[in-house]
């Protein structure tokens, strides 16, 4: 499964976002992750936000279930 990634803008960051993006890599070897492209469809958007606010916009991405992170704890996929 590729996973389509999205950052946050980075305003208010209480922990390493790209830390937790290579740990939850590590954690899925059989997945695939790419920074989201707005002109694909996913089956899974992770939503990757530096603060509880979670407040990063992801209208414009077409996917079927959204994974918001906003602690340095790897996601459940």
Known sequence: MTIGVKFCGGCN????????FEKTKE?????AF????????????????????????????DFEREIRVSTDSVPEI
């Open 27 to 31: 954690a899925y070897p059989d997945h």
């Open 13 to 20: 960051p209480m922990y390493d976002r790209g830390k937790l």
């Open 34 to 61: 790419e920074m989201a492209d707005d002109t694909r469809k996913y089956e899974t958007l992770l939503v990757i936000c530096g603060c509880e606010r979670a407040c990063a916009d992801t209208a414009r991405y």
